[in-house]
Nanobody
Framework: QVQLVESGGGLVQPGGSLTLSCAASGFTFSNYAMNWYRQVPGKERELVASISSTGGRIDYVDSVKDRFTISSDNGKNTVYLRMNNLKPEDTAVYYC?????????WGKGTLVTVSS
């Protein structure tokens, strides 16, 4: 049974930091590209950061470059998103995604709220 379980969301003040984690199980983690998306009510889900299965390619949406860092630990089957200098516009539900071999898996999301 495939599972992606996000954690680490919460309320943080502008300028603060959070680290999201996504624990994966039920598939061969090292064979999949891992992605973080976010979604605000009424808007489309947005791809925020990606890391290839080998870790050799990492991409970010322009709005988070130099603030967010994606990383993965194949030994722990976990992908992380370190978010620094958070802004109110980063408020969203953040979703973990695994893509590869014709499959596309999603977690249930974790809410990040940036507010003073």
């Amino acid at each position: 049974q495939v599972q992606l379980v996000e954690s680490g969301g919460g309320l943080v003040q502008p300028g603060g930091s959070l680290t999201l984690s996504c624990a994966a199980s039920g598939f061969t983690f090292s064979n999949y590209a891992m992605n973080w998306y976010r979604q605000v009510p009424g808007k489309e889900r947005e791809l925020v950061a990606s890391i290839s299965s080998t870790g050799g390619r990492i991409d970010y949406v322009d709005s988070v470059k130099d603030r967010f860092t994606i990383s993965s630990d194949n030994g722990k089957n976990t992908v992380y998103l370190r978010m620094n200098n958070l802004k109110p516009e980063d408020t969203a539900v953040y979703y973990c995604n695994a893509k590869g071999w014709g499959k596309n898996y999603w977690g249930k999301g974790t809410l990040v709220t940036v507010s003073s």
